[in-house]
């Protein structure tokens, strides 16, 4: 089960960061991620990271902006934003599986999945 916390309204440029923990048996993850669905498009990776090893994967879109990184002990997963653009504006969403390097930026290989988070980007 993944929890996903942090979310709320920003202005342009300012940051926020959320948290995505995981509980129960763990054993079937070696990535965890970042999702994100603006209103009336599809869900789009935003970034993973690799359970052991800590490599770091992101969108061309957030690349230089968005920071993501784990706790281990806390079995939890941390994604930075900074300098916001109104077009992060989007339900986040956690997830976590063990797609295969070619396809960890697809979300069909990503078999836990948090509730969701909203992030607004607004002045």
């Known amino acids: 089960q993944l929890q996903a916390s942090g979310g709320g309204l920003v202005q342009p440029g300012g940051s926020l960061r959320l948290s995505c923990a995981a509980s129960?048996?763990?054993?079937?993850?070696?990535?965890m991620g970042w999702f994100r669905q603006a209103p009336g498009k599809e869900r789009e990776f935003v970034s993973t990271?690799?359970?052991?090893?800590?490599?770091?994967y992101y969108a061309d879109s957030v690349k230089g902006r968005f920071t993501i990184s784990r706790e281990k002990v806390k079995n939890t997963v941390y994604l930075e934003m900074n300098s916001l653009k109104p077009e992060d504006t989007a339900v986040y969403y956690c997830?976590?599986?063990?797609?295969?390097?070619?396809?960890?930026?697809?979300?069909?290989?990503?078999?836990?999945w948090g509730q969701g988070t909203l992030v607004t980007v607004s002045s």
């Open positions: 997830a976590g599986g063990r797609p295969i390097l070619s396809a960890i930026r697809s979300d069909r290989l990503y078999v836990y």
């Open positions: 990271i690799r359970w052991n090893g800590g490599h770091t």
């Open positions: 129960g048996d763990t054993n079937n993850i070696n990535y």
